[in-house]
């Protein structure tokens, strides 16, 4: 059974830091590129980070130099480290699983909010 399951979310002042962490099992991890996505009421779901499975990195515009996505082959982790968070950050991040020809994975979603 495929599993992916997010943690860290919560409630940061502007200028703080998170670090979400996905836990994935069910499938073979390391041939899977990764990738976080938010989401708010009434908009299309975002795609913020993503990692491969060769651990090349893309990073939306409005993340870059503040977001940090990285993956644990090992441990079947992925984390996105995100410093000096902004209220336009509050969403709902998920964490998804894609490869070429196979069908993609999403977690449930962890609640980020930024407010002071």
């Known amino acids: 059974q495929v599993q992916l399951v997010e943690s860290g979310g919560g409630l940061v002042q502007p200028g703080g830091s998170l670090r979400l962490s996905c836990a994935a099992s069910?499938?073979?991890?390391?041939?899977?590129?990764m990738s976080w996505y938010r989401q708010n009421p009434g908009r299309e779901r975002e795609q913020v980070a993503a990692?491969?499975?060769?651990?090349?990195?893309y990073y939306a515009d409005s993340v870059k130099g503040r977001f940090t996505i990285s993956r644990d082959n090992a441990k079947n982790m992925v984390y996105l480290q995100m410093n000096s968070l902004k209220p336009e950050d509050t969403a709902v991040y998920y964490c998804?699983?894609?490869?070429?020809?196979?069908?993609?994975?999403w977690g449930q979603g962890t609640q980020v909010t930024v407010s002071a």
């Open positions: 998804n699983a894609d490869r070429p020809g196979a069908r993609d994975y």
């Open positions: 069910g499938f073979p991890f390391g041939t899977y590129a």
């Open positions: 990692i491969g499975a060769g651990a090349g990195t």
